[in-house]
């Protein structure tokens, strides 16, 4: 049976600015943001009646899951059901802050716009994409963004040079809490001998202000910052979103050396994966 295969690329914030907490208990934020070319899979095949599955272990597949919550959406807006079984290979490590759950839900909808020929506009599935979550209307649009609000406000931006730049994605086996990130963003307190500082790099600035809160509670990765701007490969590097996955910008030749030398100085069960921006 013909089946379609549709990609869910992961992303980073490339800068992340924190500006007030608003009175609906969320805070307003400005936030460049990139897809990656790693991607999880979602593969789409006619059936009777809708179902979801995943080989991996700690993925939800009742009515939480962000694809079902998609797919809820869709045949609420459409008025009749979508049957469809929808098969998820995770590539996008869960709890990294890649948005990965995110870029499912939004994938899904482009997925049913086309399969089930809906002709939906990109403001009306990034409206649907909102009602899931701040951070899925960006997926939609793919490509570089700058979001503002909550995260709901999105707009398509070009940045020359950006495309292609090559990094170095590492993560350690724990996550860190959206909400805790958030809970002390704008009074956290400093470590010392953290720079905190925009870098630059040849195409703009990276910067982000969630490192302060979340490395005052996970010390770790504070020390794997200041150890990845250590390596002589390594041209920026800082914390994604809100973690817990590191960025290193630096050519690819040199990548494997680096994540070597991480999983014998830093630790060895670190994940770690080459990307590039989209």
Not at 91 to 101: E, V
Not at 142 to 157: A, D, H, K, T, Y
Not at 241 to 258: E, K, N, P, R
Request: one cysteine or more; glycine letters at 6%.
């Amino acid at each position: 049976m013909h089946q379609e295969i549709r990609r869910a690329p992961a992303k980073i914030n490339l800068t992340l600015n924190v500006l007030v907490k608003r009175a609906d208990g969320f805070h307003e934020l400005e936030s460049l943001i990139a897809s990656l070319d790693l991607c999880d899979l979602l593969y789409f095949k006619k059936s009777d009646m809708f179902s979801l599955s995943c080989e991996t272990h700690d993925i939800p597949l009742d009515e939480t899951n962000l694809i079902t919550r998609a797919v809820r959406l869709f045949e609420r807006e459409m008025s009749r059901a979508c049957h469809w079984r929808i098969i998820l290979e995770k590539k996008i490590p869960h709890g990294a802050g890649m948005g990965g759950g995110s870029s499912d839900a939004a994938t899904t909808l482009l997925a049913l716009n086309d399969l089930e020929d809906t002709g939906f506009s990109s403001k009306k599935l990034a409206r649907m994409a909102a009602e899931i979550g701040s951070d899925v209307p960006f997926f939609i649009y793919q490509q570089s963004c700058m979001i503002r609000g909550r995260g709901e406000l999105v707009e398509p931006i070009s940045v020359e040079g950006l495309a292609g730049t090559q990094i170095l994605l590492m993560k350690p086996n724990f996550g860190v809490s959206t909400p805790d990130a958030y809970k002390n963003c704008l009074n956290a307190e400093s470590i010392d001998g953290i720079d905190y500082a925009a870098q630059n790099l040849p195409w703009g600035k990276i910067v982000n202000d969630l490192e302060k809160p979340v490395f005052y509670k996970h010390r770790f990765l504070a020390e794997m910052k200041v150890w990845l701007l250590a390596q002589p490969e390594v041209e920026a590097a800082m914390m994604s979103g809100s973690g817990s996955t590191m960025i290193a910008f630096l050519d690819h030749q040199y990548a494997d050396a680096v994540i070597e030398r991480a999983h014998t100085e830093l630790d060895p069960s670190l994940w770690a994966s080459k990307a590039a921006i989209l």
